[in-house]
C-alpha cells in the first residue's frame, strides 16, 4: 500500500500530492543551489590568483554578468520571494564581483580595479536600500535576459577568436551550467514570474556555449598556457 501521508515536524501529517513533491524537491534543489554557490566560482577565483593573469578572460563580460546577477537579487528581495528561490545571488555577486577585480588587477588597471570595487558597493547600496521603486527594479530585471547572454558571448567571441580560453575554469562554467538549469524548475515551482524564467532559460544556454568551448579548446589552451608560463620564466 502506497503512503499517502508523511509526518513532518513542526507541519504535522502532510499528504503527499503531486504539488507538494514538486515544492519539497524545488526547496531542496534551491537550498542546494544556495550551498553550492558558495563555492562555485571558487575554483576561477584560485586559478586567477595562483596564476597571477587574467589572460582571455573578458572584463566587459564579466561586468555585464555581475550587473544581471545584482539585478536579479535587487528584484527578488524588493518582491518578497522565497530565499530558497534566489538566495544565491549575493554570493554570486561576491564571487563575479572578485572575479571582475582580478581582470583589472592582473592586466595592469589597479587603480581601475579599486575604482570599480568602490563604485560597485555603492551602486548595490542604493538598490538594496528599499527606496529603490520596485518598478524600476523590474525594469533593471528585465534587462538580465539580454545581459545574461551578451555577457557570456562576449566571452564567448574572445574565446572563437583566441582559440583557447585563457584561464576560463572548467568546473565554474560547468557549475554554472548545471546551476542555471535546476534554477529553471525552481523559479517555475517558486515564483512563476516568467521573466525570471526566461532570464534562466538564456543563461542555461549561454553557460553551455562556455563550458562547451573549454571543452573543446581545452588541448589549445593548455598549450597556449605553458607557452606562457615559459616567456614568464625567461
Not at 205 to 217: C, T
Request: aromatic fraction near 16%.
Amino acid at each position: 500500500m502506497s503512503v499517502k501521508h508523511v509526518y513532518v515536524p513542526y507541519y504535522g501529517d502532510v499528504e503527499l500530492t503531486e504539488e507538494v513533491v514538486k515544492t519539497f524537491i524545488a526547496k531542496a534543489l534551491g537550498y542546494g543551489i544556495i550551498v553550492s554557490s558558495a563555492f562555485v566560482k571558487l575554483p576561477q577565483i584560485i586559478k586567477l590568483y595562483l596564476s597571477k593573469s587574467a589572460v582571455g578572460l573578458s572584463f566587459i563580460g564579466c561586468f555585464m554578468e555581475l550587473l544581471a546577477v545584482t539585478f536579479n537579487t535587487s528584484y527578488s528581495l524588493a518582491k518578497g520571494y522565497p530565499y530558497s528561490s534566489w538566495g544565491e545571488a549575493p554570493f554570486l555577486q561576491i564571487e563575479t564581483a572578485l572575479i571582475a577585480f582580478f581582470i583589472l588587477w592582473y592586466s595592469e588597471q589597479r587603480s581601475q580595479a579599486i575604482s570599480f570595487v568602490s563604485i560597485y558597493a555603492l551602486f548595490v547600496s542604493v538598490l538594496v536600500s528599499g527606496y529603490t521603486p520596485v518598478n524600476i527594479l523590474w525594469y533593471l530585471q528585465a534587462m538580465n535576459l539580454p545581459l545574461a547572454v551578451t555577457g557570456k558571448m562576449v566571452q564567448a567571441r574572445r574565446n572563437l577568436i583566441n582559440k583557447h580560453t585563457g584561464q576560463l575554469s572548467l568546473i565554474t562554467t560547468f557549475l554554472l551550467f548545471f546551476g542555471c538549469t535546476a534554477r529553471i524548475f525552481t523559479s517555475l515551482q517558486e515564483t512563476g514570474d516568467k521573466l525570471i524564467i526566461m532570464t534562466f532559460t538564456a543563461a542555461t544556454l549561454a553557460n553551455f556555449v562556455l563550458f562547451a568551448q573549454v571543452v573543446y579548446y581545452w588541448n589549445n589552451t593548455n598549450e597556449y598556457l605553458r607557452k606562457e608560463a615559459k616567456k614568464k620564466k625567461s
